[in-house]
């Protein structure tokens, strides 16, 4: 992945924050020498900043749409309260598993629930309501995905979603398939009066998402 940002500028900001919780390093490096893209990891500012998100929202419900190998789940897990808990959705039983391992091993396995098999398949069987929702799955698919949830948030539900920017491809004319598919996905919420966005340059883009205030 090339960063928006610098490499030596986000390794400036993560020596600048608080470090996560050793299990987070060994999960890095076992994701680093068993996956082909360990770039779909979050990584420490993104998840912190998940984390956050879920404290500060107080967010009890969470739904994400991509689990890999757990950085991202275990990360707002952390955050909930008590009585919170995430369903977390991914194809890959694989990576699932370290997902799995991990969580046990942070004390959060029983506030998540992961679920292995086709997202829009569980996604037509869950109805929420969700306080908040991260997206970081196939991008052909974020526009299924982002209008199936919508209408399942909470009141003050939102919605996540990850590499918004794709390595800065999103300003190619033309690109290939996942390329067009996040270009597409970005006009597609941009124009969505139903809500409002928040794009930011952090490491590979996120939108944050609310219904709009009436």
């Not at 052909?140 to 948030?153: F, G, R, S, T, W």
């Not at 390595?167 to 009066?193: C, M, P, Q, Y």
Request: charged share 30%.
């Amino acid at each position: 992945m090339s960063y928006i940002v610098s490499e030596e500028l986000e390794r400036y900001a993560q020596e600048h924050s608080t470090p996560d919780a050793e299990l987070f390093r060994r999960l890095e490096e076992e994701t680093r020498a068993t996956q082909t893209l360990p770039q779909m990891m979050v990584g420490p500012l993104e998840g912190q900043l998940l984390g956050r998100l879920v404290w500060l929202s107080g967010a009890r419900t969470v739904l994400e749409i991509g689990t890999f190998t757990g950085y991202s789940s275990i990360s707002m897990a952390l955050n909930l309260p008590d009585d919170g808990r995430i369903i977390s959705l991914d194809v890959n039983e694989e990576t699932t598993a370290i997902a799995r391992r991990y969580a046990e091993e942070a004390g959060v396995a029983d506030r998540i629930d992961y679920r292995v098999g086709p997202a829009l398949d569980a996604l037509a069987e869950l109805n929420g309501p969700f306080d908040l929702v991260f997206i970081d799955a196939d991008k052909e698919n974020y526009v299924d995905y982002y209008e199936d949830v919508l209408p399942k948030l909470s009141e003050r539900g939102f919605i996540v979603v990850d590499n918004v920017l794709w390595s800065g491809r999103v300003l190619d004319e033309e690109g290939d398939e996942s390329t067009e598919a996040i270009k597409s996905f970005n006009e597609h919420v941009a124009g969505d009066d139903r809500v409002e966005c928040l794009m930011l340059t952090v490491r590979d883009g996120m939108t944050l998402i609310r219904p709009r205030r009436a």
